[in-house]
């Protein structure tokens, strides 16, 4: 089913196709900003508490929420390095995700800033703000069969996008 249709009905059914660090028991509220099939859905998410992160050795680790629909349900995490006939993925696909999170005083981002770009194809930012983290996510797929020639871009870009240091907030608490 198209998800634009469920949201049309009730903008809370966005929590069911979240994956990643956020369940929707974790989501206290949901704003959705446009609606139709040929704009981007926007959708400004309320964490409900700290149960979104996991604590170990006082550092905080949270998952970068992603679609359920997206390319992780190709299970694209391992390609081999090389191919000699053409790859066919399910579908074109144009994958976006752009978070702000605010986060208490008190708290850095040991993640390293990251900024990749893949030609078209693959746009990774995350950085620290102020209290603010900034992470920019896009992946585009404009064709469903890839080319021997193309296939080598498709995989680095994968392996780039399914990488867990990009995929995941780490904080810890300074000593103020």
Do not use: F, G
């Given at each position: 089913m198209n998800p634009y249709f469920d949201f049309s009905k009730d903008s809370?059914?966005?929590?069911n196709y979240l994956a990643g660090g956020l369940g929707s028991k974790d989501i206290s509220k949901v704003n959705i900003s446009k609606l139709t099939e040929e704009e981007t859905t926007k959708a400004?998410?309320?964490?409900?508490?700290?149960?979104?992160?996991r604590i170990q050795n006082g550092y905080y680790f949270m998952d970068i929420p992603a679609f359920k629909n997206g390319s992780?349900?190709?299970?694209?995490?391992?390609?081999?390095?090389?191919?000699?006939?053409p790859l066919e993925i399910p579908n074109l696909l144009e994958e976006d995700y752009e978070f702000d999170l605010t986060i208490p005083d008190g708290f850095v981002m040991v993640n390293k800033p990251v900024e990749i770009k893949n030609g078209n194809t693959l746009n990774i930012s995350i950085y620290q703000s102020g209290n603010h983290i900034k992470i920019k996510r896009s992946l585009h797929l404009a064709q469903k069969t890839l080319s021997h020639a193309d296939y080598t871009n498709f995989r680095e870009a994968m392996i780039q996008w399914n990488n867990t240091n990009y995929r995941t907030i780490i904080l810890k608490k300074t000593n103020n």
């Open positions: 809370s059914k966005v929590k400004q998410l309320t964490v409900a508490d700290k149960s979104a992160s992780d349900e190709w299970h694209l995490s391992v390609m081999l390095s090389d191919r000699s006939i």
